[in-house]
Structure formats: structure tokens, C-alpha cells
């Protein structure tokens, strides 16, 4: 039985923005397909193989690293034994006939390669897949998008509780049926309008940023989908809550020293990838059940060199607590913005306050710009000398890397418990 209305897809190992491209071509001539996706990294083969929600299969495999292709062959194998009526459609990349005989025996069902892919090709390829594929009914919550009373369903997810609602986006905590766990489901509208083009923007940025980054350290994400007037992004869950959270309470040196070099940790991968945060605060990083914070929302991040060749001056970006004297006044803002931020919070973890308040968003941020680098209390001059490092007014003055911060944190610090 063919897919009673738009295609389902769930693409694998492809990168973000032959994803858009992929999503854009399809939900344009079906409105009403689901476009779900995998990072690369996070294929869980054995759920794919029991998921019998599966409608087309598509894979990005690049032959000329004949090992991995093979082992992603072999899975193809295992996943159409455990679920013969999903229709598997294989994008190539460096392939030949040799290749491409190679995953028909498989068990695919079609094989594309990149070079000659067009937008015709590949929805004739899905129009195909829509006669075989059957596909079982999915129930799902319907998730609460504005004030107007609307919804969407996102299939596969089922709402725990809402976390943020607005006319444009939500952030929902929801159960993944294929991953049986909670995780977080941030669901974005698609509108026209310039900001929820905007908005749209920063959502697919976010998930490029964070799916092309492997490491702890960085939130890890599930999901990716377009439905028909939505995208959505299904991320990790962290029960234990943000570092906002935490500074509720009273932090100990040791405990403060232990999240600015963590942090510092984090930094230094998402700078190496090029990335800047640009709103790092304590409540985008979360914290693990051992502790460990993870750095979340990644909506604001700008690869560096893209941030170095647009400068963005004009638009000012960022929290008006945490934000950098350079980024204020939108500037151009390199890796120190986001470790003047990280200056911020340390002395908040130390002191329990912010170093700089007003009643407006404009007053806090100038004085950032134009107020001393605040002092630390008697008892904690010791690390009054981070603090000048991290939080100094000219970027020249500043730490210039994680690396640097890191080397002097391994450092013993004079008068220190």
C-alpha cells in the first residue's frame, strides 16, 4: 500500500545543506511530506532495523572510503531483512557501476549518484518509493504552537510538558517513540514574515552547528524534520537542569575553578571548528548527572571567518549580562567574545552577583563598554587576576585563546585553598 499522503523520509549521514536542498525539492511538491534526518555519528542501526515507522530510507554513503562503505552496505542488508516494505535510496558520492551493483545486492532499492542527482531525479526516485512503501499509522500528541490555540503533530514525539510557547516557536520536553527517552523538541514556525525567516534561519543554523561537532562537551542532536508549515529539532535531554540553576546556591572556589576550565574545554572545540557561541550564558550550558556542563543553543553561532568577511555591525546580538564590550557595540568579534563572557560568569560563580546591572538592556551593556573590569571581594583577590584577563576592555588585553586560559588554569594560583 502506497503512503496514504506525502512522503515520510528519514535521511541518513548527509550533510546539512544537502538536507535543506533534499527537504526544500520535496515538501514542494508534497506540502504535507515529514522530513526527519540523522547526523552523521548518531545512526542507531538496530533501531532503525525495529522502528516500523520507517517510510523511505535515504543514505549518503561516499564510496571512496571503502571500508565505512562497506559496513554501511552490510546495515542496509540488516535493516531491509527486519523491514522489507521500507524502500531504501542510496545518494553516492565517488561511486561507479561497480558500486553501484554493489548496493542493489544490498538490498537498496535505488542508487543516485550525487554528480548527475538533479531535483527530477530525485523526486521521480521518491514518487517510486511512495507506491511500495506501507507504512503504520503513527500516534502523536499534538504540540501547542502560539497563543491562537493551533498545533502541529510531530510524528514520532509525544508531549511531556511544554518549556517555552510563543506565537512564532516552543520548546517542548517529549518522548522520542524510536529512542524511548525523553528529549527536547524545539518546534519552529515557517512563515513568510521577515522574522520568521529570521528565525527559521538561526534554527538551521543551529543544527548545522551542532551536528557537525562530535564531543561531549557539545549537546547532541537526535533529529532534524520539516513538516508542512514547521521545522523541528529533537536534542538531548539534561535532567539535572543549566548553570543557571546551580547559582542559586552558594559555588565553592574549587567548584567555580572546576566549571570555568570545563567551559574553558568546551570553548576551545567549538573554536577549533571555527564556531563562535556569541550568547554564552549559564543557562546555555547544561549540566550532565556527573556535572559536566554542555554548551546548548547555538542559534546566535557564527562560524569565524563567515563573522570575519560579514561583520554583522549594526545588529547587536546577545545577552545584555554576559554580552563583550566588542559585541555590544557590533563590532567584529573573534574567540575573545566568548571568553569575556566566560569572564562574566566566573565572577557571578564566585560572587553570586552579576558584575554589571541597570534598568534597561541599553545601560548594562555600556557598561561593559565604559565601567572599570569589576573587583572581586578580600577573600577572593586571588583570582581577581583571571577576571582582568578574561574581562579586559580591549580584546588585545584579553586571553586570545581557550588554549592560553587552559595553560594558566593548569598553572598552580598563588594563594589559592
Known amino acids: 500500500m502506497a503512503e496514504p499522503h506525502g512522503p515520510i523520509l528519514l535521511v541518513v549521514n548527509t550533510d546539512p545543506t544537502r538536507l535543506q536542498w533534499l527537504s526544500h525539492h520535496v515538501t514542494s511538491r508534497w506540502p504535507d511530506a515529514e522530513v526527519s534526518s540523522v547526523p552523521p555519528g548518531e545512526v542507531a542501526w538496530?533501531?532503525?532495523?525495529?522502528?516500523?515507522?520507517?517510510?523511505?530510507?535515504?543514505?549518503?554513503?561516499?564510496?571512496?572510503?571503502?571500508?565505512?562503505a562497506a559496513r554501511f552496505l552490510h546495515h542496509i542488508t540488516k535493516v531491509r531483512q527486519a523491514q522489507p516494505d521500507?524502500?531504501?535510496?542510496?545518494?553516492?558520492?565517488?561511486?561507479?557501476?561497480?558500486?553501484?551493483?554493489?548496493?542493489?545486492?544490498?538490498?537498496?532499492?535505488d542508487y543516485l549518484p550525487i554528480a548527475q542527482i538533479s531535483r527530477d531525479t530525485l523526486l521521480t526516485s521518491i514518487d517510486e518509493a511512495r507506491k511500495h512503501v506501507t507504512v503504520t499509522e503513527v500516534t502523536t500528541s499534538p504540540v501547542a504552537l502560539g497563543t491562537d490555540g493551533n498545533s502541529v503533530r510531530?510524528?514520532?514525539?509525544?508531549?511531556?510538558?511544554?518549556?517555552?510557547?510563543?506565537?512564532?516557536?516552543?520548546?517542548?520536553?517529549?518522548?522520542?517513540?524510536?529512542?524511548?527517552?525523553?528529549?527536547?523538541?524545539?518546534?519552529?514556525?515557517?512563515?513568510?514574515?521577515?522574522?520568521?525567516?529570521?528565525?527559521?534561519?538561526?534554527?538551521q543554523r543551529e543544527y548545522e552547528i551542532i551536528s557537525s561537532i562530535d564531543h561531549r562537551a557539545i549537546a547532541e542532536i537526535y533529529d532534524f524534520g520539516t513538516l508542512p508549515k514547521h521545522l523541528y529539532l529533537a536534542m538531548e535531554y539534561f535532567p539535572c537542569g543549566d548553570l543557571r540553576d546551580r547559582l542559586?546556591?552558594?559555588?565553592?572556589?574549587?567548584?567555580?575553578?572546576?566549571?570555568?576550565?570545563?567551559?574553558?574545554?568546551?570553548?576551545?572545540?567549538?573554536?577549533?571548528?571555527?564556531?563562535?557561541?556569541?550568547?554564552?550564558?549559564?543557562?546555555?550550558?547544561?549540566?550532565?548527572?556527573?556535572?559536566?556542563?554542555?554548551?546548548?543553543?547555538?542559534?546566535l553561532a557564527r562560524r569565524s571567518m563567515e563573522n570575519i568577511e560579514t561583520t554583522g555591525i549594526g545588529q547587536v546580538v546577545g545577552s545584555p549580562y554576559y554580552i563583550s564590550p566588542e559585541q555590544s557595540q557590533a563590532q567584529k568579534v573573534d574567540q575573545r567574545t566568548d571568553l569575556y563572557s566566560l569572564g562574566v560568569i566566573f565572577f557571578e560563580m564566585l560572587t553570586g552577583?552579576?558584575?554589571?546591572?541597570?534598568?534597561?538592556?541599553?545601560?548594562?551593556?555600556?557598561?561593559?563598554?565604559?565601567?572599570?573590569?569589576?573587583?572581586?571581594?578580600?577573600?577572593?583577590?586571588?583570582?581577581?587576576?583571571?577576571?582582568?584577563?578574561?574581562?579586559?576592555?580591549?580584546?588585545?588585553?584579553?586571553?586570545?585563546?581557550?588554549?592560553?586560559?587552559?595553560?594558566?588554569?593548569?598553572?598552580?594560583?598563588?594563594?589559592?585553598?
Open 353 to 417: 552577583q552579576r558584575p554589571y546591572g541597570g534598568r534597561t538592556a541599553m545601560a548594562i551593556m555600556a557598561q561593559h563598554s565604559t565601567e572599570p573590569i569589576p573587583k572581586l571581594p578580600e577573600e577572593l583577590k586571588t583570582y581577581q587576576i583571571l577576571i582582568d584577563r578574561l574581562m579586559a576592555k580591549q580584546t588585545h588585553e584579553r586571553y586570545y585563546s581557550a588554549d592560553e586560559l587552559l595553560a594558566d588554569l593548569n598553572l598552580p594560583i598563588a594563594g589559592a585553598a
Open 46 to 68: 538496530e533501531r532503525l532495523m525495529s522502528n516500523s515507522e520507517l517510510g523511505t530510507l535515504i543514505l549518503s554513503i561516499d564510496f571512496e572510503y571503502t571500508a565505512a
Open 248 to 299: 542559586r546556591n552558594p559555588i565553592s572556589c574549587a567548584e567555580s575553578l572546576y566549571y570555568l576550565r570545563a567551559i574553558a574545554e568546551a570553548l576551545r572545540v567549538i573554536h577549533v571548528f571555527g564556531i563562535l557561541h556569541r550568547d554564552l550564558k549559564p543557562a546555555n550550558v547544561m549540566l550532565r548527572e556527573d556535572n559536566s556542563p554542555v554548551l546548548i543553543d547555538f542559534g
Open 86 to 109: 521500507v524502500y531504501c535510496i542510496v545518494l553516492a558520492h565517488n561511486g561507479d557501476e561497480g558500486c553501484a551493483v554493489r548496493t542493489l545486492k544490498s538490498g537498496a532499492n
Open 154 to 203: 510531530v510524528p514520532g514525539y509525544s508531549i511531556v510538558k511544554d518549556i517555552a510557547v510563543s506565537n512564532f516557536s516552543a520548546v517542548f520536553l517529549a518522548r522520542s517513540d524510536r529512542l524511548r527517552r525523553n528529549v527536547i523538541l524545539k518546534v519552529m514556525n515557517r512563515g513568510l514574515s521577515s522574522r520568521e525567516k529570521d528565525d527559521a534561519e538561526r534554527f
